[in-house]
């Protein structure tokens, strides 16, 4: 069985950091580009970032130097590190496996950012 099992999220105030975690199992992780996607109400989902197998990343332009994705292969399990948290960056975060032939989801975990 596929799953991805994010934890991290909760209530943090503006300015603060958490640190989101994603551990796969079911999978060839080492193979596999690893997204962070969020959601929050009203909008469509977004790509906060990515990282490929080989170690490159990528960022939405707004969020680049606040935020940070990393993976460690041995855990199976990739990071996103957010820093300097805004109220706008209250969202449904969910953790996602690209594969060349399906892709797999977490259940996501719920980040709220307010004072």
């Known amino acids: 069985q596929v799953q991805l099992v994010e934890s991290g999220g909760g209530l943090v105030q503006p300015g603060g950091s958490l640190r989101l975690s994603c551990a796969a199992s079911?999978?060839?992780?080492?193979?596999?580009?690893m997204n962070w996607y969020r959601q929050a109400p009203g909008k469509q989902r977004e790509l906060v970032a990515g990282?490929?197998?080989?170690?490159?990343?990528n960022y939405a332009d707004s969020l680049k130097g606040r935020f940070t994705i990393s993976r460690d292969n041995a855990k199976n399990t990739v990071y996103l590190q957010m820093n300097s948290l805004k109220p706008d960056d209250t969202a449904v975060y969910y953790c996602?496996?690209?594969?060349?032939?399906?892709?797999?989801w977490g259940q996501g975990t719920q980040v709220t950012v307010s004072s």
């Open positions: 996602n496996a690209a594969g060349g032939v399906i892709n797999y």
């Open positions: 079911g999978i060839f992780f080492a193979i596999y580009t």
């Open positions: 990282i490929t197998s080989g170690g490159s990343s």
